[in-house]
């Protein structure tokens, strides 16, 4: 046997023989495990790479997903498609020759929940939708603190589009830092439909951007109430493209725990401004009346 050297880690990985089958050891990681394959096993590989893609989605259930997909779920169909969820992200992966014309079905399927292929992400797509459009974004956030902001920077290339925006996580900075009146927020509560629809106009006010997106909710896992239980969330959104802002806020009840609650906000949020940006109506999951 012999060591396969791994670029991405420690673990090396061992390619050995038996007879005439050659055996490929790697590590498990994919961070780890997918470029080792890509270097090291696809060019010991017979005959042409095997034709792949795969499609994303967010804001659809795992039943309607596997439901609209039909036939093309079928287990004996070539090219076969091979179903998964993984932090709220639905994901069909295609494998076989025509795998990128089922990729298209299935993204009409989808519509207007699929959002891209493997490399994509929802803030990718994103910027670059407000990026085609010659605008930009800013984010007012509570509950999510900061974690709708740092998806956005996850982007090369998001400075030409994401200004920055505020982390009012207390009352108190919600006031002093956007002017949402004490009043107001304590006539309805911080996590309400009014507080998130000034959250976002004051943001995108305040900081001369196109879209302001605004996030308010209870992550828990304490906190919550009758009215009011763990997971709900307003998210708000201001297009201050026109003469006059639009503004529209939509509810949410996610469930999970705290970390799911505010990751699902984050992804809701983004897939929210990209559909407005499409001109697309559509319920995303768990969103409420």
């Not at 090219?79 to 025509?98: E, N, Q, T």
């Not at 795998?99 to 493997?118: K, Q």
Request: charged fraction near 20%.
């Amino acid at each position: 046997a012999a060591c396969l050297e791994n670029h991405q880690g420690t673990a090396p990985g061992i390619l050995a023989s038996l007879g005439a089958t050659r055996v490929v050891l790697l590590p498990g990681p994919p961070l780890e495990m997918q470029p080792m394959y890509r270097e090291h096993v696809l060019p010991m590989l017979d005959g042409e790479p095997r034709e792949s893609s795969s499609v994303q989605s967010f804001g659809i259930a795992e039943s309607d997903a596997a439901e609209r997909l039909g036939e093309l779920a079928d287990r004996d169909r070539t090219p076969l498609v091979c179903f998964k969820v993984s932090d709220s992200i639905v994901r069909a992966d295609v494998h076989g020759p025509g795998a990128a014309t089922v990729s298209d079905a299935i993204r009409e399927c989808w519509h207007p929940f699929a959002f891209g292929g493997l490399e994509d992400t929802l803030a990718s797509v994103t910027l670059e939708l407000l990026r085609s459009r010659g605008a930009t974004v800013v984010v007012a956030e509570s509950c999510t603190g900061g974690l709708l902001g740092g998806g956005l920077t996850s982007v090369p290339g998001s400075s030409s589009v994401f200004l920055g925006g505020f982390l009012t996580y207390s009352n108190r900075l919600k006031h002093h830092l956007l002017g949402i009146p004490d009043e107001v927020i304590e006539r309805h509560g911080a996590v309400s439909r009014d507080v998130a629809l000034m959250m976002a106009m004051e943001s995108a006010r305040r900081l001369g951007a196109t879209f302001g997106l605004s996030t308010t909710g209870i992550a828990g896992p304490d906190g919550g109430s009758d009215e009011k239980p763990c997971g709900t969330v307003w998210i708000g959104l201001c297009d201050a493209s026109g003469a006059q802002p639009r503004m529209s806020a939509r509810r949410f009840r996610f469930p999970g725990s705290r970390d799911q609650v505010r990751d699902r906000t984050m992804k809701a949020a983004l897939q929210l401004l990209r559909l407005h940006l499409l001109d697309e109506e559509a319920t995303l999951l768990w969103e409420q009346p």
